[in-house]
């Protein structure tokens, strides 16, 4: 597609269900971001692809969030027995940056998730 | 490893400037600019490389000052459309992933 498409739009979801939110980046992008935005505040790192390296996990706020992309192009996040600080818009961003090189992130729309 | 960001927010009229500072605690490789409108995904304004670069784009413009570790966007006669949250990436030597500060809320009013 012409740009990063991520699904679903809105997901609304009951306190301990698990989710997950889908990515596809454009096509040809080595690498992928998954962000947190929670209602007016900053973007919050999660997790980095990097082609077939290993995924950068550092920004992962709980083991009940894991994230994986297939053949290098789509990517799921997964949050598992969601709770209510859960609730965000989670971004998805991709980038045709080679390691050390320029890295311009193209966002997706976003999936906004509440957790009741 | 999150840059910081200011002013929080500033509310300017219509022509007038403006500067976002952001600043890290750590030697950079690079700092990015985005802005986000209200309910949109964010979008790349641009990239500065280099200690001492400076970018422009329309009336736009950033500077990197690598020995400070901060870099700075200038907005000049602001126009209502430059409304929006203004954040600042920053990406550390040898290092895969950026960093975003917490955001600039920048309203222009009439």
């Known amino acids: 597609g012409a740009g990063v498409s991520q699904s679903p739009s809105n997901k609304v979801t009951e306190k301990g269900k698990d989710v997950e939110l889908r990515c596809d980046p454009i096509s040809g992008h080595t690498a992928l971001y998954w962000y947190r935005q929670s209602l007016g505040q900053g973007l919050e790192f999660l997790i980095y692809?990097?082609?077939?390296?290993?995924?950068?996990k550092s920004g992962l706020p709980s083991d009940r969030f894991s994230a994986e992309r297939t053949g290098g192009s789509v990517s799921t996040l997964t949050i598992q027995r969601t709770q209510q600080e859960d609730s965000a818009v989670y971004l998805c961003?991709?980038?045709?940056?080679?390691?050390?090189?320029?890295?311009?992130?193209?966002f997706g729309p976003g999936t906004r998730l509440t957790v009741l | 490893q999150q840059p910081v960001q200011s002013p929080q927010a500033v509310i300017l009229r219509e022509g007038e400037d403006a500067v976002i500072n952001c600043s890290s605690s750590k030697a950079l490789y690079s700092v990015h600019w985005y802005r986000q409108k209200h309910g949109e995904a964010p979008i790349f304004l641009m990239i500065l490389l280099k200690g001492g670069e400076q970018k422009g784009h329309d009336k736009i413009s950033a500077s990197f000052n690598e020995k400070k570790q901060q870099s700075s966007l200038y907005l000049t006669a602001s126009q209502l459309s430059y409304s929006g949250t203004y954040f600042c990436g920053t990406e550390m030597r040898n290092n895969n992933d950026m960093r975003f500060g917490a955001g600039t809320r920048l309203t222009v009013k009439p």
């Open positions: 692809f990097q082609g077939n390296s290993a995924p950068d």
């Open positions: 961003a991709s980038s045709a940056r080679e390691r050390g090189g320029k890295d311009t992130q193209y």
